[in-house]
């Protein structure tokens, strides 16, 4: 069984730009949480979508967003970027919901110049 | 507000050298505690589940136990493919996953 996925691994952005991140979580489930690493903070919770609905949401400012469509792919958005925005972003997929085990994928690392 | 803390932030261990890793947790309604591993550049891995007090999990050389108010990771006669950074994790009444800052754990042959 495939794990969850993400794309792309690697990526760099100058301050003010906006990036996507996706992610394709294990196949059957359905509940898809973003996280972001950094070596001062940790993992940080994002937000979190089930059946296309966001679900939780953790402290970010608004720049932050997401999405999920209908085959449980998600997606996430970051505008304006800033300097503090360079991290490890891990996606994690679960069954039904965040309550079950999570499994994360690889993380997109983002450079912001 | 829901805290993890881990202690050590690191350890460094002669291999076949048992020890433990902790986590303390003040959480408004547990819904379970996870244990992760994550190797450098990589996603967390998931090990363990716990989700009541008194419960425990082995897996190889690593077994995690979990009281009211902490978890233990007790690894026994580790290797150096032991090496990686803990993480440990609760599931608050939202939902939501909260994180410690993760033990380094360093295993010298």
């Known amino acids: 069984k495939a794990g969850v996925t993400q794309t792309p691994r690697y990526l760099i952005k100058t301050r003010g730009q906006q990036v996507t991140l996706s992610c394709s979580p294990i196949?059957?489930?359905?509940?898809v949480s973003w996280y972001q690493q950094t070596p001062g903070q940790g993992l940080q919770f994002l937000f979190e979508?089930?059946?296309?609905?966001?679900?939780n949401k953790g402290n970010f400012p608004g720049r932050f967003s997401g999405r999920q469509f209908s085959n449980s792919r998600s997606e996430m958005n970051v505008s304006t970027l800033e300097l503090g925005d360079s991290a490890l972003y891990l996606c994690?997929?679960?069954?039904?919901?965040?309550?079950?085990?999570?499994?994360f994928g690889p993380g997109t690392r983002l450079l912001v110049l | 507000e829901d805290q993890v803390t881990q202690s050590p932030e690191a350890l460094r261990l002669q291999e076949g050298e048992s020890s433990s890793l902790n986590c303390s947790y003040t959480v408004s309604g547990l819904r379970g505690l996870f244990w992760y591993r994550q190797d450098p550049g990589k996603g967390p891995e998931f090990l363990f589940t716990?989700?009541?007090a008194g419960e425990e999990k082995e897996k190889e050389r690593l077994k995690a136990t979990l009281t009211k108010k902490e978890s233990f990771l007790h690894i026994t006669a580790p290797k150096p493919e032991d090496s990686a950074t803990y993480l440990c994790?609760?599931?608050?009444?939202?939902?939501?996953?909260?994180f410690g800052q993760g033990t380094r754990l360093t295993i010298n042959p």
């Open positions: 716990l989700y009541s």
């Open positions: 979508y089930f059946s296309e609905t966001q679900r």
């Open positions: 196949s059957g489930h359905r509940s």
């Open positions: 994690a997929s679960s069954w039904r919901t965040t309550q079950e085990t999570q499994y």
């Open positions: 994790a609760v599931q608050d009444e939202a939902q939501k996953l909260v």
